[in-house]
Nanobody, 120 residues
């Protein structure tokens, strides 16, 4: 079993910055891709950014140039540095990991979510 724990959300004024962290633990052999998604009230969950173990990153157009995803593969941790935050970035942010377990099965758990609120 694999668990993800997110931290770092909060309330910030427009133009400010926040850094989210997500640590994976449990029966992990390796993690291929880790990513951040978000869900605003009344909207569907959407991709924010992903990063592979090899360092390939992908961003939603709405966050390019403002957000940076990074990983510490040894710690099974992914980060999301969010700069120049806008009120439309307000959402619950979720972490996801594409994981190969010690049992040689694939697990894609989600974290519990962390609230990010950007005031105007």
């Amino acid at each position: 079993q694999v668990q993800l724990v997110e931290s770092g959300g909060g309330l910030v004024q427009a133009g400010g910055s926040l850094r989210l962290s997500c640590a994976a633990s449990g029966s992990i052999l390796s993690i291929h891709a880790m990513g951040w998604y978000r869900q605003a009230p009344g909207k569907e969950r959407e991709l924010v950014a992903t990063a592979t173990s090899g360092g390939v990153t992908n961003y939603a157009d709405s966050v390019k140039g403002r957000f940076t995803i990074s990983r510490d593969n040894a710690k099974h941790t992914v980060y999301l540095q969010m700069n120049s935050l806008k009120p439309e970035d307000t959402a619950v942010y979720y972490c996801n990991a594409n994981t190969l377990t010690l049992a040689r099965t694939i697990a894609t758990p989600w974290g519990q979510g962390t609230q990010v609120t950007v005031s105007s």
